[in-house]
């Protein structure tokens, strides 16, 4: 959401006017501050609106103060295409505005290695491991792709290399990944892991393939952020303007 004096608060126009120089000063730091409260109110409505929110997506709003320059202040979730992890905006757009979800990395090295209809998503079955946030347990996923032989980079200690030392370390494990892409025998299209006990073996879903996910908006970004812009923009704008007013008195 964006805060703009013009457009936001232009009542305030006439007194910001009225300090001379120091008016885009006032204002510049009253928007940026009342920006830093949007993003922290924010955050908390991510911990009342999600289960256990990791620290990444607690983070995955940005700031962009406003200057004497550019009266206007912008909070919104992050895109970074070139950073590390997933962008922000790939999981959280779907919570704000509601809707489908792009793909995630897993997602698009099965698809590329002919494992998973191409445009497909993946979801959760019983036998994924979680961690204390609800997700899927990095390490199953870095186990999952580099038996699947779709890992890239430096693997899991699991990778199927078909070597003699790469089947003693899945035996010892116990546990077996395999990919249907198009299901077989009653089994679903999906990931799932073969586990091996003493007398016999059992075969659980870890990904489900479905052709499109929906999400319904959960979280009331704008909502939260408006209601913050009109609850403490005044705050901050009165003080700095009596300290502007301070200040030109004293000289």
């Known amino acids: 959401m964006r805060m703009n004096i013009k457009t936001t608060f232009p009542a305030m126009a006439d007194r910001i006017s009225g300090l001379g120089r120091q008016g885009p000063f006032v204002a510049a730091v009253s928007l940026?501050?009342?920006?830093?409260?949007?993003?922290?109110?924010?955050?908390?409505?991510?911990?009342?609106?999600?289960?256990?929110?990791?620290?990444?997506?607690?983070?995955?709003?940005?700031?962009?103060?406003?200057?004497?320059?550019?009266?206007?202040?912008?909070?919104?979730?992050?895109?970074?295409?070139?950073?590390?992890?997933?962008?922000?905006?790939?999981?959280?757009?779907?919570?704000?505005?509601?809707?489908?979800?792009?793909?995630?990395?897993?997602?698009?090295?099965?698809?590329?290695?002919?494992?998973?209809?191409?445009?497909?998503?993946?979801?959760?079955?019983?036998?994924?491991q979680l961690d204390g946030n609800g997700n899927i347990r990095r390490s199953q996923i870095t186990q999952i792709l580099s038996q699947l032989k779709v890992q890239r980079g430096a693997g899991h200690e699991s990778r199927a290399t078909g070597s003699q030392r790469s089947n003693r370390t899945i035996?010892?494990?116990?546990?077996?990944?395999?990919?249907?892409?198009?299901?077989?025998?009653?089994?679903?299209?999906?990931?799932?892991?073969?586990?091996?006990?003493?007398?016999?073996?059992?075969?659980?879903?870890?990904?489900?393939?479905?052709?499109?996910?929906?999400?319904?908006?959960?979280?009331?970004f704008h909502e939260v952020g408006e209601a913050t812009v009109q609850a403490r923009f005044p705050v901050h704008f009165d003080a700095e303007w009596a300290k502007a007013v301070a200040s030109t008195r004293l000289r």
Not at 64 to 78: P, Q
């Open 32 to 128: 940026t501050r009342t920006a830093k409260d949007v993003q922290a109110a924010i955050k908390d409505e991510m911990r009342t609106a999600f289960d256990r929110p990791t620290a990444y997506a607690l983070n995955g709003t940005f700031l962009k103060a406003a200057t004497k320059t550019s009266l206007e202040a912008r909070v919104w979730v992050k895109d970074n295409p070139f950073g590390k992890g997933t962008p922000a905006d790939r999981f959280l757009l779907p919570q704000i505005l509601g809707g489908g979800r792009g793909h995630k990395g897993a997602e698009r090295l099965l698809q590329a290695n002919g494992l998973m209809p191409a445009g497909w998503f993946l979801v959760p079955g019983e036998g994924a």
């Open 171 to 220: 035996a010892r494990q116990g546990v077996t990944y395999f990919a249907l892409p198009n299901g077989n025998r009653g089994l679903p299209p999906g990931v799932y892991l073969k586990r091996r006990f003493a007398h016999g073996s059992a075969i659980r879903p870890v990904f489900v393939f479905v052709s499109k996910v929906e999400y319904q908006a959960r979280l009331k």
